[in-house]
């Protein structure tokens, strides 16, 4: 059981991974294409937070559905389960002969300790039945999560590419505090930056050809 939970938490890890780097690819498609308009980059941010939240409350949404019941109306369980029962012959041999290992094989899942069972006589085949039918259930669980994740991921892109953005621009340019056209023709602050030292770079340059001017004047009076 522990090996299966750690299998969803490594699969819920890859996944959060995995969104995180799409949403960090899409943020910086969205900071390229409005460069020159910080109030628009400001909207991007604003909606990749939001999305990153949402993704994160329909992933513990996903965890609460698993935990509240043990449930799968798909037919690849039976399957799952019938396979992993096909080594019910194996187990029995090391139950009943205990000069064999007490290691059972079984394809798709490994080799596992079942020596402690053979003192349980009663209860060791319902023990190895509800390990294989746990085991099954377990790998819908993580199909499950794979989908529904995959799923939320392609759904929430197309959302915020097609809908979301368009209505946080709107919002941003004629929301309730107003002025978002004028806002959109003021300089971003790199740009306003650049042109400062620009005005600075000119203004000493006038300086320094007053200066050099007055030094040729000099000169010239001085060689009359």
Known sequence: MPRNLSSVAEAMTAFMRIIGLSKESLRKILLR???????L?????SLIAKMKEKSFDRVMEIVEMEKLTDYTCSPEY??????????????????NDNSKPSQVTIEGFGEIEVGHLRFHSSTKEQAFDMKMRITAY???????????????????????????MEIEIVNE????HGGG???????????????ERLNKSIRLLKNSKE??????????????
């Open 78 to 95: 039976m399957t799952e389960w019938a396979k992993f029962m096909a080594h019910q012959n194996a187990f029995t041999e090391v139950m």
């Open 33 to 39: 294409v409005t460069h020159n308009f910080f109030h």
């Open 181 to 195: 056209i004028e806002r959109m023709l003021e300089e971003s602050p790199p740009v306003a930056l650049k042109r």
């Open 138 to 164: 377990w790998k819908i669980v993580l199909k499950r999560f794979v989908d529904s994740l995959a799923l939320h991921l392609l759904l929430s892109i197309n959302e915020l590419v097609n809908r979301n």
């Open 41 to 45: 980059r400001r909207a991007a941010h």
């Open 211 to 224: 200066v050099v001017a007055q030094i040729m004047d000099r000169i010239t009076v001085s060689g009359d």
């Open 173 to 176: 340019l004629i929301g309730s």
